[in-house]
Every structure is written in structure tokens, then in C-alpha cells.
């Protein structure tokens, strides 16, 4: 089994900065990638970004491009979202996620269908 462990989500007003943390744990962790996702309360959880656990390669959904910044310790199992510029049309959930298995597409990192483990989410509020 993998646990994931979101944290660094709070308050920050527009133009601000906040960093979120995932650390990954179990028994023996492997996975292909992991990824951010984001949901408002009654909408469908939305792609933020990704990466490669092998190669490090990053993958941004438009409206985060230039502001956020996905990285990765390896040794730690642990990835990171930067995220600068931060506008309150970002307040949401922020969940983190591990593909286990590679996908058969690299388009399919941009869904939730791919994830087998989820984290519990951390709120992230920007204010006007």
C-alpha cells in the first residue's frame, strides 16, 4: 500500500506564493509519475502538473505554466508544487497522486484515470 501526505496548503493573497509538499510511503514505493490535481467544491477534479519520477520531465496544464513549478527528491520520495503568482481563481483542494503503472499514453497523466493512490488534499485559499 502507498500513503501519500500532502501539506504546505493556507491563506496568501493574490500575487503571493505557496509551496506544497507530498511525501510518498510504503512498503516499497515505485511509481511512473506523479501528479497535482485540484478540485472546487462541485466541479471535476482538474490536472495541474506531473512529473517523471525517472527523468524528471514535467508536464503543466496551461493556466499554471510560468507561475507553478513541479519537482521531485527522489531520495525522499517527496514532490513539490511552487506555485508564484498565485490568483484567487487557484483557491481549490490540491490532491497529490502516484501512477503506479506506465501509461499506455502520455496524455493519460492529464486525467485522473491513471492514479491508483491519492492524498487527502490541502486546501489552498488566495484572497483578492
Known amino acids: 500500500q502507498v500513503q501519500l501526505v500532502e501539506s504546505g496548503g493556507g491563506l496568501v493573497q493574490a500575487g503571493g506564493s505557496l509551496r506544497l509538499s507530498c511525501a510518498a510511503s510504503g512498503r516499497t514505493f515505485r511509481s511512473y509519475a506523479m501528479g497535482w490535481f485540484r478540485q472546487v467544491t462541485g466541479k471535476e477534479r482538474e490536472f495541474v502538473a506531473a512529473i517523471r519520477w525517472s527523468s524528471g520531465t514535467t508536464y503543466y496544464t496551461d493556466f499554471v505554466k510560468g507561475r507553478f513549478t513541479m519537482s521531485r527528491d527522489n531520495a525522499k520520495n517527496t514532490v513539490f508544487l511552487q506555485m508564484n503568482s498565485l490568483k484567487p481563481e487557484d483557491t481549490a483542494v490540491y490532491y497529490c497522486?502516484?501512477?503506479?503503472?506506465?501509461?499506455?499514453?502520455?496524455?493519460?497523466?492529464?486525467?485522473?484515470?491513471?492514479?491508483?493512490?491519492w492524498g487527502q488534499g490541502t486546501q489552498v485559499t488566495v484572497s483578492s
Open positions: 497522486a502516484a501512477a503506479v503503472a506506465t501509461p499506455r499514453s502520455i496524455d493519460l497523466l492529464f486525467t485522473t484515470r491513471v492514479y491508483e493512490y
